[in-house]
């Protein structure tokens, strides 16, 4: 510890008492840092591995990016009469496979239709179509929507709903 000490009489203060000294005590500071330097020296070495393995070759290949997905939603007007529209455009149901097909073109590039329809069963998740339909349209509206996608090739048709957990 530092001090500063002056004999009695000297500029010491009064009667003998020692002055403060406002000098910051840097040794316990110095103490800690090398101790820390200490540490790390030892730890370095540690941290770099000197030890060369050969490791295998990926064959995976790096996963595309999926397809925008195609929409087709169902909207009941009240008066009995259900409106669809595939993505945001609203269609006729006698021209729904068409223009389902045609947009879902669009959307997927990578492949054709036909050649989405000849895939294995298990990896052709992107020939989906999606299916959003109104509370309140009638069950049987959304079977002729699906009829009319299942006549033009469409065997993937999802239904989609709200979550309603948030």
């Given at each position: 510890?530092?001090?500063?000490?002056?004999?009695?009489?000297?500029?010491?203060?009064?009667?003998?008492?020692?002055?403060?000294?406002?000098?910051?005590?840097?040794?316990?500071?110095?103490?800690?840092?090398?101790?820390l330097l200490i540490i790390f020296m030892i730890a370095a070495p540690i941290?770099?591995?000197?030890?060369?393995?050969?490791?295998?070759?990926?064959?995976?290949?790096?996963?595309?990016?999926?397809?925008?997905?195609?929409?087709?939603?169902?909207?009941?007007?009240?008066?009995?009469?259900?409106?669809?529209?595939?993505?945001?455009?609203?269609?006729?149901?006698?021209?729904?496979?068409?223009?389902?097909?045609?947009?879902?073109?669009?959307?997927?590039?990578?492949?054709?239709?036909?050649?989405?329809?000849?895939?294995?069963?298990?990896?052709?998740?992107?020939?989906?179509?999606?299916?959003?339909?109104?509370?309140?349209?009638?069950?049987?509206?959304?079977?002729?929507?699906?009829?009319?996608?299942?006549?033009?090739?469409?065997?993937?048709?999802?239904?989609?709903?709200?979550?309603?957990?948030?």
């Amino acid at each position: 510890m530092g001090a500063k000490i002056s004999a009695p009489g000297h500029g010491g203060g009064k009667r003998g008492r020692l002055d403060v000294n406002s000098d910051p005590n840097v040794i316990p500071f110095i103490d800690v840092m090398l101790v820390l330097l200490i540490i790390f020296m030892i730890a370095a070495p540690i941290a770099s591995v000197d030890v060369t393995v050969d490791m295998p070759e990926s064959r995976i290949m790096s996963s595309k990016r999926p397809p925008k997905p195609t929409w087709i939603s169902l909207q009941d007007n009240g008066s009995g009469q259900t409106r669809t529209y595939v993505m945001n455009d609203e269609v006729p149901i006698e021209r729904l496979g068409e223009v389902a097909i045609e947009e879902w073109q669009k959307n997927t590039r990578a492949v054709t239709f036909d050649e989405c329809m000849a895939e294995a069963e298990g990896t052709s998740i992107h020939c989906r179509i999606y299916i959003r339909a109104d509370a309140a349209t009638r069950y049987k509206n959304v079977m002729r929507v699906m009829n009319e996608l299942n006549s033009r090739g469409f065997t993937k048709v999802a239904l989609v709903t709200e979550d309603r957990r948030r």
